[in-house]
């Protein structure tokens, strides 16, 4: 089946630092969501963007979307280390259950 | 409070013993999930259900079968566990598919 695949794998920065990561998609989907999943939890929802959408933001957080590309990035301004963390974006299949790629580790040092 | 519950947290058991991982969810969610997450592959869906006994293989439901006999409630049964099945699974409810609410995830062990 056709999924989300984040580009870069693990990312290691100083915190105060910007960070963007990556996600490129194969099927059509409706809305791009971004979860994060600190250690020994599960993924929560950041942010969604949705197909109509080039550019969401959110406090620190700034998601886009290029559908004629079918990726889409999320950057953080200011990383704290309470962001460390596996960013994973995800995508529907035109309504069926989202489909999660693989995830992208950010390591940020106080 | 909106919270999505996973019992028990950890479990270790034998090859061919059989597994009942419970979840639960406080927002009449009508949608629900299992996934499993392994390293380097992410999450993957291995049964959706849409509501009170209305169940839906996702990509790997082989060697797994679920239940859901309240809203509230969707548990995962593995009939004779392999140890292949080690993973960390996790529960998820949903009100319209595009914000999912995950529980904290049950280790499981299969020796």
């Known amino acids: 089946s056709q999924w989300g695949e984040e580009n870069l794998q693990a990312l290691s920065i100083q915190e105060g630092e910007d960070v963007t990561m990556n996600c490129s998609y194969k099927?059509?989907?409706?809305?791009v969501q971004w979860y994060r999943q600190k250690s020994g939890k599960g993924p929560a929802q950041l942010i969604l963007?949705?197909?109509?959408?080039r550019e969401k933001r959110s406090g620190r957080l700034r998601a886009t979307l290029d559908t004629s590309s079918q990726s889409s990035s999320l950057s953080i301004t200011g990383t704290l280390a309470t962001d460390t963390a596996v960013y994973f974006c995800?995508?529907?299949?035109?309504?069926?259950?989202?489909?999660f790629g693989t995830g992208t580790t950010v390591s940020v040092s106080p | 409070d909106m919270k999505v519950t996973q019992m028990p947290r950890y479990l270790i058991k034998r090859m061919g013993e059989n597994v009942l991982l419970e979840c639960g969810q406080d927002?009449?969610?009508?949608?629900m999930y299992w996934y499993r997450q392994d390293p380097g592959l992410g999450l993957q869906l291995i049964y959706i259900?849409?509501?009170?006994?209305?169940?839906s293989e996702g990509d790997i439901p082989k060697g797994y079968r679920v239940s859901r006999k309240k809203r509230e409630h969707f548990s995962l049964i593995l009939d004779s566990a392999k140890t292949n099945q080690t993973s960390v699974y996790f529960c998820?409810?949903?009100?319209?598919?595009?914000?999912?609410?995950f529980g904290p995830g049950t280790r499981l062990t299969v020796l």
């Open positions: 998820a409810s949903s009100f319209d598919n595009y914000e999912q609410y």
């Open positions: 099927t059509y989907t409706t809305v």
């Open positions: 963007i949705r197909s109509n959408e």
């Open positions: 995800a995508t529907d299949q035109g309504g069926r259950a989202l489909i």
């Open positions: 927002m009449s969610h009508e949608t």
């Open positions: 259900s849409y509501d009170v006994d209305s169940n």
